[in-house]
Nanobody, 121 residues
Framework: QVQLVESGGGLVQPGGLLRLSCAVS????????MGWYRQAPAKQRELVGF???????KYADSVKGRCTISRDNAKNTVDLQMTFPEPEDTAVYYC???????????????WGQGTQVTVSS
């Protein structure tokens, strides 16, 4: 079965560096887009950004200029780097991957379990 496991969460100092990593394992045939989402307390889950297989990226306005998403297709990993994190960035961060169904060819979404990121001094 497919699994996505995030790592790197925890306490981050304001103005510091946030780095998260997500590893995909299991029955992987083909991974399309990979992305990061987050859900702050009492708020709905929102897209942080995503990256295509070819390396194209899109970011939410709230993190543009501060966030970089990268991936390694050989290792099936996707990373998130955020500079100058602020308390408003505190949330549970989720890794996401879109994969091809081996039988139908349809695209299916998979999620990690989430990792807590707290930005505080």
């Amino acid at each position: 079965q497919v699994q996505l496991v995030e790592s790197g969460g925890g306490l981050v100092q304001p103005g510091g560096l946030l780095r998260l990593s997500c590893a995909v394992s299991g029955s992987i045939h083909f991974i399309y887009d990979m992305g990061w989402y987050r859900q702050a307390p009492a708020k709905q889950r929102e897209l942080v950004g995503f990256i295509t297989r070819g390396g194209g990226t899109k970011y939410a306005d709230s993190v543009k200029g501060r966030c970089t998403i990268s991936r390694d297709n050989a290792k099936n990993t996707v990373d998130l780097q955020m500079t100058f994190p602020e308390p408003e960035d505190t949330a549970v961060y989720y890794c996401n991957a879109v994969m091809r169904n081996n039988f139908t060819g349809a695209r299916e979404m998979y999620w990690g379990q989430g990792t807590q990121v707290t930005v505080s001094s």
